[in-house]
């Protein structure tokens, strides 16, 4: 039983594609969050949604759409894929916005983006 | 400037060895300092977390230390298993909500047979 599943794991496509990434989580967290983790293993976070709100939107090329059907989904969508959308992107979850004392997030397994 | 820094980049040691890793960080206020560890190909997974009034922690073969006054955490992983191959990685945390959390880039542990 897989807390956090993303698809597809991996995904290589042309540039100028469009592409999206699904994530849900089956915790019952109010919380869900897109990351994304360069070459050099550094996460960083893109959007996070609350009970499907966005509540944080990070300097990200708004060719990057985030989408919350329900709390439990988070999908991603990017629009004309160039060669430095090339990544890993996790989502994750937590509890609560507030990250209340424990902060910890849960990740899924992420998803390797590469475009030629 | 909020950072956090770890140390070494990445580290080979024989199996069964020992291994401390480390992390500096800026933030401020501190609110907590979490150890995550990443598989290969898969997500971060919580190892441990330290508060301001915890000096040591230990989970198994890892024992994770901070130093609230200089600021610096580590993680000693004692009689290193093969398993034990992975990046790990330190986040602090700063007030409330997901952009105050701060991540280092990580120390990518090798053990070797």
């Known amino acids: 039983d897989t807390a956090v599943s993303q698809t597809p794991k991996y995904l290589v496509t042309q540039m100028g594609n469009d592409k999206s990434i699904k994530c849900e989580q089956n915790l019952g967290h109010d919380t869900m969050y897109w990351y994304k983790q360069d070459s050099k293993k550094f996460l960083k976070i893109m959007f996070s949604?609350?009970?499907?709100?966005?509540?944080i939107n990070e300097t990200v090329p708004n060719r990057f759409s985030p989408k919350s059907p329900d709390k439990a989904h988070l999908n991603l969508h990017i629009n004309s894929l160039e060669l430095g959308d090339s990544a890993v992107y996790f989502c994750?979850?937590?509890?609560?916005?507030?990250?209340?004392?424990?902060?910890?997030?849960?990740f899924g397994e992420g998803s390797r983006l590469t475009v030629l | 400037k909020n950072q956090v820094e770890q140390s070494p980049q990445s580290l080979i040691i024989l199996e069964g060895k020992n291994c401390t890793l480390q992390?500096?960080?800026?933030?401020?206020?501190?609110?907590?300092l979490r150890w995550y560890k990443q598989d290969t190909g898969r997500g971060p997974v919580s190892l441990t977390i330290m508060t301001f009034s915890e000096n040591t922690k230990s989970n198994g073969r890892y024992t994770a230390t901070l130093d609230a006054d200089t600021k610096q955490s580590s993680l000693h992983i004692t009689a290193s298993q093969l398993s034990d191959s992975a990046s790990y990685i330190c986040v602090v945390k700063t007030g409330a909500g997901a952009n105050n959390l701060f991540f280092g880039t990580g120390t990518r542990l090798t053990v070797i047979p």
């Open positions: 992390c500096n960080y800026t933030v401020s206020p501190f609110s907590n």
């Open positions: 949604y609350n009970n499907k709100e966005l509540i």
């Open positions: 994750a979850s937590s509890q609560d916005m507030r990250l209340p004392t424990s902060g910890e997030l849960f």
